[in-house]
C-alpha cells in the first residue's frame, strides 16, 4: 500500500513542483554557503600576507622608532570559520571574522568594520538553515493542508470508509509517505552540503541534522493536528499560513523587538565616550597622576618611573591609550553582560518558538550565534592584552626595533572549542511541541474515524 | 444477509427514514426505488455504518452494524453513482491500493482477471483513472467489491448517466454477481433496470417504504404505473 501510496502521491503536481522548488533552493543555499566560506577563507589566507607585507613595509619605514612604529603595526586575530558555517552563516557575515587590532585602546577597535544592510539581522541568508526554517514548513503546509480534506472533496474518502480495515492506519500511510519525502529531501541536501562543505561526521554535525529533523516533524504534528480539524482544504490552508507566518516571522520579530527595548544598550555609547575621554582628558592631565594610575594597573612596570612633565614621552602616551580602556572597562563590561542577557533571553523565547529554536542551535552549532561572537570579543582582549605585555616593556625601555623578532607575528587564530552541548537543553522544547500536537492528533484522528 | 429492522433516522426533526422493515437474501439482487430525499442514501449509510440509526437496527451478516463495524464493514462494498478513485493511478493500481486498504494480498495477474471478470477490458487496465469514463469507473468498483471479497455490496444510483449498452453490461455484471452469491442493494432512479436486474423492488416515499414486491410479479410498466402512483 506504501508503495502506491508514494506513487500516487509523487505524480500530483504539487509534490513534484515543491520537491524541485525545495532542491533547487537547497543547491543553491550550499552554493551561498560554499561562497562564504571560501570567502572566510581567501580572507584568512590574505590577513597573512597582508600582516607580513604590513610589518615589513612599517617596519622600513619607523625602523628608527618602535613606540611609533607600533602606533601603525595592527596584528590580525582571526575568526576560525567552522564549515558548519556554511550551512548557517548566522550573524557570521555581519560580524568581522578578521579584526586588525593596534597596541592602542581597544574600545574604540573592537566595533570597527564594513556596515551592513540591517534588514540582514531580520531575514538571515539564504543558506540551508533559512531553507531548513522558512521553506520546508511551506512545503509540508502545501504537501499536507489537503491530507484529509482532498479524500472527502474528490470523493474518495467514501470508498476509503468502506474499504478500509483501518482508516486512522490510512490517513498515517498517508502522513508518513509526505514526511518520508520531505525528510529524505532534507537529509539529501545536509548530506550534500556535509560533503560539498568539508563539515566533519561530528557530534556537531549531529545535532544539526536532529534539529532540522525534528524540526520538520514539529511541523508534520502540527499540520496532521490541523487537518484532523474536519476543515475544509481552504481553510487548511488559511489556517497553517497564519500559523507559519506568526511562527517564522512575527513571533521572532516581537521577541526581537521586546528584547532591544527589554535590554537597552545605553552603555554602547557611554563605553565609547569614556573610552574617549579617558584617553582625551589625560592630554590636559599631569603625566605623574597619568603614570600613577597606570602604574595602579602595572605595578610590575613602576620601575621605569615617571617622565618629564614637559614634552612627549612614549611611555606616557601609552598609558595614556591604556587609560581609556582602563575607564571605560565597567561600561563595556555591563554591555557584554547585556548583549549575554539578550542572547539568554532569545534562547528562553526560542523554547516555546520552535522556528526560533531550530535557527538559535543551528547558529550554535555552526559557532555562527551571537555568543560565539561575544567569545571571540572576549579572547580578543586577552590578545590584545598580551600584545600590550610583549611591547610595553620595548617600548618604556626604548629598545630597538630590529631586536624584534617580527616573523614571529602571524595572524592568531581563535578557536572556540570549550562548547559542550546539552542535548535536553536543545532539542527538549522541540521534542515536548512534537509530543504535545502528536497527543491531540490522536483526538482529532478519534473524532474523525 | 441484508436486514432493516425498525429502522429510523432522523436528522434534527426530519424524518430521513421512518421504520424501516427489509430482508435482503443471500444471492438477491433488491432495488429501491424513490425520488431524490426519499431516504435510499440515507438507508445505504446506514448499513454501510457511516449513519447510527436513531432508533431500530441495521443487520448485515446477522450482525448489528453499530455495535458491530468492523466485522460488518469486512464483507460490505460500496459503489457510489460515481466511483470517485485516485485519477493519477490506473484501474489496476486503484484496485491494487484498495484491496491492500481492505487487507487482502492479491497477485498482480489475479487483479487483472477480477477487473476482466467485471467487464473492464485489458487495455484499459493500465491507463490512468483520470481517462476512464463513468461505466469504466463502475467496472473498477466492481473489481474492488469483488477483491474485498464482499458478502454485500451497496450501489447508489449505479447506473445514472451510463449509456444503454453500459447500462446493458452493468445488469449483466450484477447479474453474474448474484449468481455466484453476492446480495445487491441498490438505490436507483431507473425503474425499468430496476425491474430487470432486481429480484425484488421497493418504493421508498419520506423514509418510508411502502411498496415491495418480487420482480417476477410486476413487469416494467406496471411498475411505473405504480411508481408515479405513489410518489
Redesign the interface.
Known amino acids: 500500500?506504501y508503495k502506491?501510496?508514494f506513487?500516487?502521491f509523487l505524480?500530483?503536481r504539487a509534490c513534484q513542483l515543491g520537491l524541485t522548488l525545495v532542491l533547487i533552493l537547497g543547491g543553491i543555499s550550499i552554493i551561498i554557503g560554499k561562497q562564504f566560506l571560501t570567502d572566510q577563507g581567501r580572507l584568512a589566507d590574505q590577513a597573512t600576507q597582508m600582516q607580513q607585507e604590513h610589518i615589513e613595509r612599517n617596519v622600513k619605514l619607523h625602523g628608527d622608532d618602535l613606540s611609533l612604529l607600533l602606533y601603525y603595526l595592527k596584528f590580525a586575530l582571526l575568526n576560525e570559520t567552522d564549515p558548519l558555517a556554511g550551512l548557517s552563516v548566522g550573524q557570521s557575515d555581519l560580524n568581522p571574522g578578521v579584526q586588525r587590532i593596534r597596541i592602542l585602546a581597544l574600545e574604540g577597535q573592537k566595533y570597527d568594520s564594513d556596515l551592513v544592510n540591517p534588514t540582514k539581522l531580520l531575514y538571515g541568508n539564504l543558506d540551508l538553515s533559512f531553507v531548513i526554517v522558512y521553506v520546508f514548513p511551506l512545503l509540508v503546509i502545501a504537501f499536507m493542508y489537503n491530507l484529509f480534506s482532498e479524500e472527502r472533496e474528490?470523493?474518495?474518502w467514501?470508498?476509503?470508509?468502506?474499504?478500509?480495515?483501518s482508516k486512522s492506519k490510512?490517513l498515517l500511510g498517508k502522513l508518513l509517505v509526505r514526511f518520508l519525502l520531505l525528510a529524505g529531501v532534507m537529509l539529501f541536501l545536509i548530506g550534500v552540503g556535509a560533503v560539498v562543505l568539508g563539515v566533519a561526521a561530528d557530534t556537531a554535525f549531529l545535532l544539526f541534522t536532529l534539529t532540522a529533523l525534528f524540526y520538520l516533524i514539529f511541523w508534520f504534528a502540527l499540520c496532521f493536528w490541523v487537518v484532523c480539524l474536519r476543515q475544509n482544504s481552504n481553510v487548511n490552508a488559511l489556517v497553517l499560513l497564519t500559523i507559519w507566518l506568526a511562527l517564522v516571522v512575527l513571533l521572532p520579530a516581537f521577541v526581537n523587538n521586546y528584547i532591544t527595548n527589554n535590554y537597552p544598550l545605553p552603555e554602547a555609547l557611554s563605553t565609547m565616550i569614556k573610552q574617549r575621554d579617558g584617553y582625551h582628558v589625560k592630554w590636559d592631565t599631569s603625566k605623574k597622576e597619568t603614570m600613577e594610575k597606570f602604574y595602579e594597573e602595572y605595578p610590575q612596570f613602576a620601575n621605569y618611573g615617571f617622565p618629564s612633565e614637559k614634552g612627549y614621552s612614549p611611555t606616557w602616551y601609552y598609558a595614556m591609550q591604556h587609560m581609556g580602556d582602563v575607564e571605560s572597562r565597567e561600561d563595556s563590561r555591563a554591555m557584554q553582560l547585556k548583549i549575554r542577557s539578550r542572547e539568554a533571553s532569545s534562547r528562553m523565547w526560542a523554547q516555546v518558538i520552535p522556528s526560533m529554536q531550530a535557527q538559535l542551535v543551528f547558529n550554535e552549532v555552526a559557532g555562527t550565534g551571537l555568543d560565539d561572537y561575544m567569545d571571540f570579543l572576549q579572547y580578543m582582549n586577552e590578545f590584545h592584552e598580551n600584545l600590550r605585555l610583549y611591547f610595553y616593556p620595548m617600548i618604556f625601555s626604548n629598545s630597538e626595533v630590529a631586536s624584534v623578532d617580527w616573523g614571529q607575528f602571524t595572524p592568531e587564530v581563535f578557536t572556540n572549542s570549550n562548547k559542550s552541548i546539552n542535548w535536553t537543553k536543545k532539542l527538549g522544547s522541540l521534542v515536548i511541541t512534537i509530543l504535545l500536537f502528536s497527543v491531540l492528533s490522536i483526538f482529532s484522528v478519534r473524532k474523525l474515524i | 444477509m441484508l436486514e432493516a429492522v425498525n429502522l429510523s433516522k432522523k436528522y434534527g426533526q426530519k424524518d430521513a427514514v421512518v421504520d424501516l422493515n427489509l430482508k435482503v437474501e443471500k444471492g438477491e439482487v433488491f432495488c429501491l426505488l424513490g425520488q431524490n430525499g426519499a431516504g435510499k442514501t440515507t438507508t445505504i449509510n446506514l448499513f454501510l455504518g457511516l449513519l447510527d440509526p436513531t432508533s431500530g437496527k441495521a443487520l448485515v451478516g446477522g450482525l448489528d452494524v453499530v455495535e458491530n463495524k468492523v466485522s460488518t464493514n469486512q464483507i460490505l462494498a460500496y459503489i457510489p453513482e460515481v466511483v470517485q478513485l485516485y485519477g493519477n493511478l490506473s484501474g489496476l493500481e486503484n484496485l491494487e491500493f484498495f484491496s491492500k486498504l481492505a487487507g487482502q494480498k492479491i497477485a498482480s495477474d489475479e487483479l487483472s482477471k477480477l477487473l476482466l471478470e467485471a467487464g473492464l477490458q485489458e487495455e484499459h487496465h493500465k491507463s490512468k483513472l483520470s481517462s476512464y469514463s463513468k461505466g469504466m469507473r463502475q467496472k473498477v468498483g466492481i473489481a474492488i467489491a469483488l477483491s474485498k471479497q464482499a458478502q454485500v455490496i451497496f450501489m447508489d444510483e449505479p447506473t445514472s448517466g451510463l449509456d444503454p449498452k453500459a447500462t446493458d453490461e452493468f445488469t449483466n455484471i450484477c447479474k453474474s454477481l448474484a449468481k455466484n452469491g453476492k446480495s445487491i442493494f441498490m438505490a436507483t432512479h431507473d425503474i425499468f433496470n430496476a425491474v430487470n436486474v432486481g429480484d425484488r423492488v421497493g418504493i421508498m416515499n419520506e423514509g418510508r417504504l411502502i411498496y415491495s414486491s418480487h420482480t417476477e410479479n410486476i413487469d416494467a410498466s406496471e411498475m411505473q404505473e405504480l411508481y408515479l402512483k405513489t410518489i
Open positions: 500500500m502506491l501510496l506513487q500516487q505524480r500530483t474528490s470523493g474518495t467514501q470508498m476509503v470508509n468502506v474499504m478500509a480495515r490510512f
